[in-house]
């Protein structure tokens, strides 16, 4: 997001850039900051990260107990599909705990078609077909998880 000046119609006299840079787990903020400084290639242009309550946390190991569980989850519904680990960008609760040496991890039950969620956006919604599959879904994954 860019903001300068007062009027449309005269220069400048600051001007100010909000760069949202989603960080992964296990990369530090201050290593993503430091890059932009390359990027930019200006030493004057000042670079400071806003207070968004986010923390450096590592990212959490791929544990077989949870991938196991996930796939009998998702199988229940879904028989078949391919089971692929991602890592999400952007901030969660479970920066926290992971920073706090436990493994976190955020596993959805929904599924839905491209761009029938707009996630995060003015009418983000979740399709009324995907709840019973995700109750399902949940059901399964914390049973598993129980055990």
Same mark, same amino acid.
């Not at 999400?88 to 969660?92: L, V």
């Not at 599924?111 to 003015?122: D, S």
């Given at each position: $997001?860019? +903001?300068g000046g007062h009027a449309t119609n005269a220069l400048p006299q600051r001007a100010e850039a909000n760069i949202n840079c989603r960080i992964f787990p296990g990369t530090p903020a201050e290593s993503v900051r430091q890059e932009l400084g390359r990027v930019i290639g200006d030493a004057s242009v000042k670079i400071t990260r806003l207070d968004d309550g986010g923390i450096d946390s590592p990212a959490s190991? $791929?544990?077989?107990? #949870? #991938?196991?569980? #996930?796939?009998? /989850?998702? %199988?229940a519904t879904w028989p078949g599909i391919p089971i692929v680990p991602s890592m999400?960008? @952007?901030? +969660?609760d479970s920066m926290y705990f992971r920073a706090a040496g436990i493994p976190s991890y955020g596993v959805s039950g929904m599924?839905? =078609?491209? @761009? =029938?969620?707009? /996630? %995060? @956006?003015?009418n983000e919604k979740a399709p009324l077909a995907s709840i019973d599959g995700t109750l399902v879904h949940y059901d399964i994954l914390l049973k598993e998880l129980a055990k």
């Open positions: $997001m860019l +903001s190991p $791929m544990r077989p107990d #949870v #991938v196991a569980a #996930v796939t009998k /989850a998702v %199988h999400a960008y @952007g901030a +969660s599924f839905a =078609e491209n @761009g =029938e969620t707009f /996630a %995060h @956006g003015l």
